[in-house]
């Protein structure tokens, strides 16, 4: 059973069914090798996903319908990034996968009338009940001193509202970093006030992802809007509350699984010095690296960046997964146990992105670390699509 009490969801399992649990069922939910099954014997419920990265969002989409008893079909995946469009494709091979920035394809300014390649979008796209998009939210990350709050890529966000212009579904999803209610611009007031204008209930709430079980200190700024009837977004939350849960409930079982041979299940590798500091961790069996031990730019000044080259803790939460865990220069991702950084697959699971997903041949390591790190997890997208089709927002 999955962990609200709107709907139901099954996997295959050897435990123990009289002490089966919720928790139980999501881990071995992660560790599904093949994509369930669809549902066949309802209505498709048609998902566009703008920004779709490789398509980690729309993986919780997928679950979610079919925890209520509904067919997902994904319709259209746009995304500028080769890399992730090509991994789209490979993990929704049913849909329509779109290699192209969306101000190109949905350019119109808000409010005008559809150009002919706005026409052909939708003609491509069909009906569209559910949209979802996670506009590129570097500029609006704490993580980024240099155009924090005034990035123009901020503006990609607005055209989420051209999209549901555009092809009009039952609810639309977006994502993003928290800092982005902070933008210059207000582009989120300015994009509910529009949403609201074209006849949307609009909705928003900073999510606590830990709240829901993703084994990750990340959160993330959720706007929703609908056409017809009730929700709260906090009210959703609550059904699927969990205990905070440690890097271990979602990695332990790959620790014999590290492949050198693999990029998906091996990490990257570091600078001499790099190593030293690694190494220096656990001879030391510390977290932290020492200012001592840090390149001058930390060493030599006052400086808040404690989780640099820091090592994660077996027992807590991880840190948020960024696309460069491959880093140890790049945040706290060096792994609990080894003497090294994060895999892919560690990090997939970390974000809560079963096993089933895959990356095609010919996605580097490069790509394949930003494809998981930029991505929300899949989580997120599952709790509240799942409740919004329980309360009949999508018909």
């Keep these: 059973m999955s962990n609200g009490s709107t709907g139901q969801s099954w996997v295959t399992s050897d435990r123990n069914r009289n002490r089966y649990s919720a928790v139980d069922f999501e881990l071995d939910w992660l560790k599904l090798k093949k994509r369930p099954a669809p549902i066949t014997d309802s209505r498709p419920i048609r998902i566009a996903d703008a920004f779709c990265g490789g398509g980690i969002f729309s993986l919780g989409i997928d679950e ?3 925890s209520v008893g509904l067919q997902a079909t994904h319709a259209l995946g746009i995304d500028f990034n080769k890399d992730a469009i090509a991994t789209f494709k490979e993990n929704f091979p049913e849909s329509h996968a779109i290699h192209a920035d969306v101000l190109s394809v949905a350019h119109g300014a808000f409010g005008t009338k559809s150009s002919p390649t706005e026409r052909e979008l939708i003609r491509c796209s069909g009906e569209i009940d559910v949209l979802v998009g996670g506009p590129p939210c570097q500029g609006n ?4 001193n240099h155009t924090r709050r005034i990035d123009p890529k901020n503006e990609l966000y607005f055209s989420m509202v051209r999209l549901t212009e555009l092809l009009k579904p039952k609810v639309l999803l977006i994502e993003n970093v928290p800092g982005v209610l902070h933008d210059k611009g207000d582009v989120v007031p300015r994009t509910s006030a529009a949403l609201r204008a074209i006849g949307y209930h609009v909705t928003q709430a900073v999510v606590e992802l830990q709240r ?9 700024l959720v706007v929703m809007a609908w056409t017809n009837g009730c929700f709260d977004i906090d009210r ?7 205990p905070s849960r440690p890097v271990s409930w979602a990695i332990d079982d790959l620790q014999d699984q590290y492949d050198a041979d693999s990029t998906y299940n091996s990490s990257a590798s570091h600078s001499a010095e790099n190593q030293r500091r690694i190494k220096l961790l656990f001879k030391r069996d510390l977290y932290d690296l020492p200012n001592s031990e840090r390149p001058p730019c ?3 000044k006052p400086h808040s960046y404690v989780s640099v ?4 803790r077996w027992d807590e939460a991880a840190p948020t997964i960024t696309g460069g865990f491959g880093s140890t220069g790049q945040g706290r991702f060096v792994h609990p146990k080894f003497a090294r950084t994060l895999t892919p697959h560690e990090a997939c699971r970390l974000q809560f992105v079963p096993d089933y997903f895959c990356f095609p041949e010919g996605v580097g390591r490069r790509s394949m670390q930003q494809i998981i790190g930029n991505a929300a997890p899949p ?8 409740e919004a089709a329980a309360r009949g927002l999508l018909g």
Excluded at 141 to 144: A, F, G, M, R
Excluded at 212 to 220: E, N, Y
Excluded at 236 to 242: D, I, R, T
Excluded at 309 to 312: D, I, N, Q, S, V
């Design 64 to 66: 979610g319908l079919r």
């Design 141 to 144: 990350s704490d993580l980024n």
């Design 212 to 220: 829901i079980g993703v084994p990750q200190r990340r959160k993330r």
């Design 236 to 242: 959703a939350l609550a059904l699927h509350e969990s």
């Design 298 to 300: 930390h060493r030599d």
């Design 309 to 312: 080259y820091g090592r994660m």
């Design 379 to 386: 989580k997120l997208s599952q709790v509240l699509i799942s």
